[in-house]
């Protein structure tokens, strides 16, 4: 499959950063680790994957999205499609009725001009 | 780029072995206006013809009568004649019925004839007579003027023959041209249905592919769950080491090891018990707990 056809890839959040600040603030108050601050550290970090998870949605639900509107494009089409394809075939039903007429007409017995000659 | 039949379906004529619509009103709008212009000329001639009796407006409604007969017969007969001829080239009438096409023929020439010489003679007439005679005080210089090709009731009778066989021709030709010979039909009924029949395969193979895509579209869809949830297992493991990096940093800086099992332990019930709640259910394939091992 091309690559522009695929949908975009997931870019997972770094932790990096995260990870650098908490130790940092740590080493900052290393004699004063009590309950508040471990609720503090706890707290950041619960945002902190709260707001990575609802990134993920997101790419989640824009790639729901892309692939729902190819989906609903392919249907569409296959409806034309199908649409289509019925007419085709009423048309070539009419079209071998008029065949055969004229046909008939060529070989000498046609209805509709028997009165004339 | 090939031509999308799909939306843009090729152009196929919707009934064969007969004319068009369009094409059976654009003959009879050209039928029509050679009636009317046969019908101005023919009038104004008549008027010349009878110039001595159209002055004291004794010909009324007789001579648009004749006149309208005139260029309606001038226009119609090669028409039928052609009509005529066709179908019994195509075998539909009989051959008995040339001989009635070549005896219409013989009446529109002898219309034309019998125009163009009374149309001469009334040019010749007028010209012995030496204008209107009821006019007094003409000129009453008596020339027993004969037949002449250069005099200009003469050039006038001959133009106005040229339109009005112009006219005939064209009428004849349309009818020609407009009523096909049957084979030509039937040939084409056939070959019409043989392109409808192709262009229905086409139709057949742009169907297939449509289904492909549609399943593609629903495999891509697929796919982006199971790479969704590989994402949020990576996501959730990475915030599993930086909290397990903390606790451990923790351990190594405090002093007191009870308080530090005691923050770790309080980290792990943390996460452990935040963990189910943050997982948001997915689509129909499983998620991966992202609690278990990954540490």
Not at chain 1, 67 to 75: D, G, K, P, T, Y
Not at chain 2, 158 to 180: D, E, K, P, Y
């Amino acid at each position: 499959m091309p690559r522009r056809e695929r949908l975009k890839d997931y870019r997972v959040p770094r932790t990096g950063g995260l990870r650098r600040r908490l130790l940092w603030r740590l080493r900052r108050m290393r004699h004063a680790v009590d309950v508040e601050t471990l609720e503090v550290f706890e707290h950041e970090l619960a945002a902190f994957e709260r707001a990575g998870v609802a990134d993920l949605e997101r790419q989640r639900t824009r790639n729901v999205a892309a692939a729902s509107a190819r989906v609903a494009e392919a249907q569409a089409r296959e409806e034309l499609i199908r649409r289509a394809l019925d007419r085709v075939e009423t048309g070539i039903r009419r079209a071998d009725l008029d065949a055969e007429r004229l046909d008939a007409k060529l070989a000498g017995h046609d209805p509709d001009f028997h009165t004339y000659a | 780029m090939a031509r999308d039949i799909v939306t843009r379906p090729p152009r196929m004529r919707p009934r064969v072995g007969h004319v068009s619509p369009l094409a059976h009103v654009l003959v009879y709008v050209l039928l029509v206006t050679m009636i009317a212009v046969d019908y101005i000329l023919l009038a104004q001639a008549l008027t010349l013809l009878l110039r001595n009796d159209s002055q004291y407006g004794s010909i009324g409604v007789q001579m648009y009568v004749i006149t309208l007969g005139i260029s309606l017969a001038v226009v119609t007969l090669p028409h039928v004649t052609a009509i005529l001829l066709r179908r019994v080239q195509a075998g539909v009438m009989s051959r008995r019925w040339i001989a009635v096409s070549i005896v219409l023929a013989l009446v529109w020439a002898a219309i034309l004839a019998a125009i163009t010489i009374a149309r001469i003679k009334a040019g010749i007439d007028a010209q012995s007579a030496g204008g209107l005679t009821g006019l007094v005080g003409g000129s009453q210089t008596v020339a027993p003027a004969g037949f002449s090709w250069t005099a200009p009731d003469t050039i006038m009778a001959f133009l106005m023959l040229g339109v009005l066989v112009t006219s005939g021709a064209i009428s004849f030709v349309v009818a020609w041209l407009t009523t096909r010979p049957l084979l030509t039909a039937a040939e084409k009924a056939h070959a019409h249905a043989a392109r409808l029949r192709v262009h229905r395969d086409r139709l057949l193979g742009e169907a297939v592919a449509a289904q492909e895509r549609t399943r593609s579209a629903l495999l891509l869809d697929a796919h982006d769950v199971v790479r969704y949830t590989g994402a949020r297992v990576t996501f959730h493991s990475r915030m599993d080491v930086v909290r397990a990096q903390l606790a451990t940093r923790l351990a190594q800086r405090e002093r007191d090891p009870e308080s530090t099992s005691q923050i770790i332990r309080e980290l792990r019930s943390h996460r452990i018990v935040e963990a189910p709640d943050v997982v948001p259910p997915l689509p129909p394939t499983a998620p991966a707990a992202p609690s278990g091992g990954a540490q």
